[in-house]
């Protein structure tokens, strides 16, 4: 009984760290000159592969030693190509900054997925989620050490912004018809809390837009596809950040 008590002790231990605060991406990006969310991504539903032999063991470090001030791994394997294991490979290569778990979370049992591959925070997304659900999922991501980024995309969900996320979003795709149009954010921009951090998703490649947003209120600006479909995305994104104007 020794022995086990030892190993329960031991474990208690274990679990008390996993559930241990990330990288805050919150602080990253309110620290960061650009706030760039670099987003590993290797497919999307609406354009096909981007990069399919793209590595996660060697572009997500790219992108911090490049300046990204987080990253935003896709783990949906059906239909971006991701997976879970995409976040460990890119912690076990050195990355330390903050990691977004990007997928259609729905469930809990995806939080504990979020947890367990190394991610900072996870991704809600609003038009997925009645906010009872989206509401509790957030206290059960808080409870767990993970902060959240809620994602929203029209005015008539912006009243989640309500339920306490350490995050919004407003993403410049329309999720059912892939159409993106960067308006969106500056349109829904002042309806949302002044004290809220605000990231502008998708549809984002143009320094100067970064710039405007900037000016708009949002401190972060998350990009994937512009980097990922240049032969270097690490260095796309040095050529990116050289030119926003804080």
Same mark, same amino acid.
């Given at each position: ?17 996993? !559930?241990? +605060?990330? =990288? #805050? ?9 650009? &706030? *760039? %969310?670099?987003?590993? !991504?290797? +497919?999307? =539903? #609406? ?9 996660? &063991? *060697? %572009? ?187």
């Amino acid at each position: 009984m020794d022995i086990l008590h030892d190993i329960i002790a031991h474990k208690r231990l274990e679990l008390e760290a996993l !559930k241990q +605060r990330k =990288p #805050s991406l919150r602080q990253a990006l309110l620290s960061s000159p650009t &706030g *760039i %969310i670099a987003e590993f !991504k290797r +497919r999307s =539903p #609406s354009k096909g592969w981007i990069k399919e032999g793209g590595d996660p &063991g *060697i %572009i997500p470090l790219s992108y911090q030693q490049n300046g990204a001030a987080a990253l935003s791994i896709l783990t949906d394997e059906h239909y971006f190509g991701g997976n879970d294991r995409f976040i460990l490979q890119a912690r076990e290569s050195g990355v330390t900054i903050p990691i977004l778990y990007k997928n259609f979370v729905i469930d809990e049992a995806q939080l504990y997925q979020a947890l367990f591959c190394g991610a900072s925070a996870v991704l809600l997304i609003a038009a997925c989620l009645p906010k009872t659900k989206c509401r509790d999922l957030i206290k059960k991501a808080h409870d767990l050490g993970l902060e959240v980024m809620l994602e929203m995309h029209a005015e008539e969900e912006l009243d989640y912004a309500d339920l306490g996320p350490d995050l919004c979003g407003i993403n410049n795709r329309h999720l059912g018809s892939f159409v993106t149009d960067v308006n969106t954010s500056f349109s829904l921009a002042g309806r949302l809390p002044d004290d809220v951090v605000k990231v502008s998703e998708s549809g984002i490649s143009d320094p100067t837009t970064v710039s405007k947003l900037r000016e708009a209120g949002f401190r972060g600006f998350l990009i994937g596809e512009h980097f990922m479909r240049q032969s270097d995305p690490g260095a796309a994104l040095t050529e990116f950040n050289s030119h926003i104007i804080p």
